[in-house]
């Protein structure tokens, strides 16, 4: 079935690196997404990965996509206390501009 | 206009009472999607919207669920008799053709 997975929760501290994994499960999926929640607020758009793609880096943010394994990962670098938030992966389904999304990973960023 | 507004931001009604929530989507965009979102929980697909008509209905969850779109602009989620678990964030969002979505702030429903 259409199911994108992530862990719950990834605390980490003020300047250290965030790993925040996501699996999804159409691998004609055309892109794949990473989306940032803050509270009380909507989604926002961080970034895009295109699917013939293995990397994608955005200035602190790097996005690898491993195909074979489906598997996706944002990377944050030098992680400050705003970047605090729920961060949800989603996947195009192919042929639809249906997306689905992951349960989101809350990331606590401690000072 | 600028951004997706969504409106109201909050909603309090009582249970078996019926409530309306409006979209107003980025002009110009094609598509409309309406998701729900429970308390600690990710995005549930409502239906989504292709100019003013719905190909994707799949994710309402009964029948007291019902949205429209008209003038390939405004789109309206109803919900009739409310139910307590119908409490949830419900966020809209629209895309140029389906490509990167751009949701609005939600709407809180809360129903007592």
């Known amino acids: 079935g259409e199911d994108v997975e992530q862990s719950l929760f990834l605390s980490v501290r003020e300047g250290d690196s965030s790993v925040i994994n996501c699996t999804y499960t159409?691998?004609?999926?055309?892109?794949l997404y990473w989306y940032k929640q803050e509270p009380g607020a909507g989604l926002q758009l961080l970034t895009y990965?295109?699917?013939?793609?293995d990397m994608k880096q955005d200035q602190r943010l790097t996005v690898l996509l491993n195909k074979k394994d489906k598997h996706l990962s944002l990377r944050i670098a030098d992680t400050q206390t705003g970047d605090s938030a729920i961060y949800f992966c989603?996947?195009?389904?192919?042929?639809?501009?249906?997306?689905?999304f992951g349960t989101g990973t809350r990331l606590k960023v401690l000072a | 206009g600028a951004g997706v507004s969504q409106s109201p931001s909050n909603k309090v009604t009582e249970k078996g009472k019926d409530v309306e929530l409006r979209c107003d989507p980025i002009?110009?965009?094609?598509?409309l999607y309406w998701y729900r979102q429970r308390l600690g929980q990710g995005l549930e697909f409502l239906i989504y919207?292709?100019?003013?008509?719905?190909?994707?209905k799949s994710g309402l969850p009964s029948d007291r669920f019902s949205a429209e779109r008209t003038g390939e602009s405004v789109s309206t989620l109803t919900i009739q008799r409310t139910q307590q678990e119908d409490s949830a964030v419900y966020l809209c969002?629209?895309?140029?053709?389906?490509?990167?979505?751009?949701f609005g702030s939600g709407t809180r429903l809360t129903v007592v």
């Open positions: 969002a629209s895309s140029l053709e389906g490509h990167g979505y751009t």
């Open positions: 919207f292709q100019g003013n008509s719905a190909p994707d």
């Open positions: 990965i295109f699917s013939n793609m």
């Open positions: 002009s110009g965009h094609t598509a």
């Open positions: 989603a996947e195009s389904l192919s042929g639809t501009y249906k997306y689905i």
């Open positions: 159409d691998s004609s999926s055309t892109y």
